[in-house]
């Protein structure tokens, strides 16, 4: 079992680092913009960094206002997700909810169709993914489950960029709580990533490209 530290923000941070899920350097993001940094959580894939995603998201999920009966992991990266912090949350915290996902091919044989895992019919749902970038995912994520009979209480993710995606300036986390009517929480934000860099003198020139990356694309503050 992973002790406290599993839970902090600086501590996920950390374990993203050590298995590259953290990168630094210069990319083009989904929305086409350039960012010196990459988060994937997909590059997490050996045991003890599932242990730490899944105690991270179950500090999230059980300080939402509702809590829920299912885990829904959205297809591909989503799925991991859901099945570690289902785990969590009955391993540290006394919890016992389903786990749930979608294939994104139709299965025409076995027990056929996309959804796989806990039943969401009648359930209150928390949807489990890495990041948010334009909300579509998540939105196409709330139909699924409504057609599953359930209903969405929640979000959580990794990581909060902090990015402004609109022209007022709201950050997708903001944008998409709005429109889905529902609490989104992230494990870390771009503040954390840019405090624990500043905290370790190895990261001093990716701190300082962070930082002029937040001034110059008018990154809100929390």
Known sequence: MTDGRGCTAEYFIRAMLERDALLFGDFVLKSGRK????FNLGAV?????HEIVGKAYAR?????PVHPDVLFGPAYKGIPIAVAVAVALARDHGVNIGAAFNRKE????????TLVGASMAGSRVVIVDDVVTDGAAKREAQET???AGGEVV???????RQEPSTDSGETAVAVLERDLDVPVRCVANLDDVIAFLASDGR?????KRLLAHRARNRFLRP
Do not use: C, Q, R
Not at 35 to 38: I, L, Q
Not at 154 to 160: E, N, P, Q, R, S
């Open 35 to 38: 960012s010196p940094y990459f």
């Open 45 to 49: 894939a050996d045991g003890a960094g």
């Open 60 to 64: 999230e999920v059980v300080g939402l």
């Open 106 to 113: 139709t299965k025409a044989h076995g027990e056929g169709g």
């Open 145 to 147: 489950i409504a057609a």
């Open 154 to 160: 929640g979000i959580v993710l990794a990581l909060d």
């Open 203 to 207: 990261f001093e020139n990716e701190s």
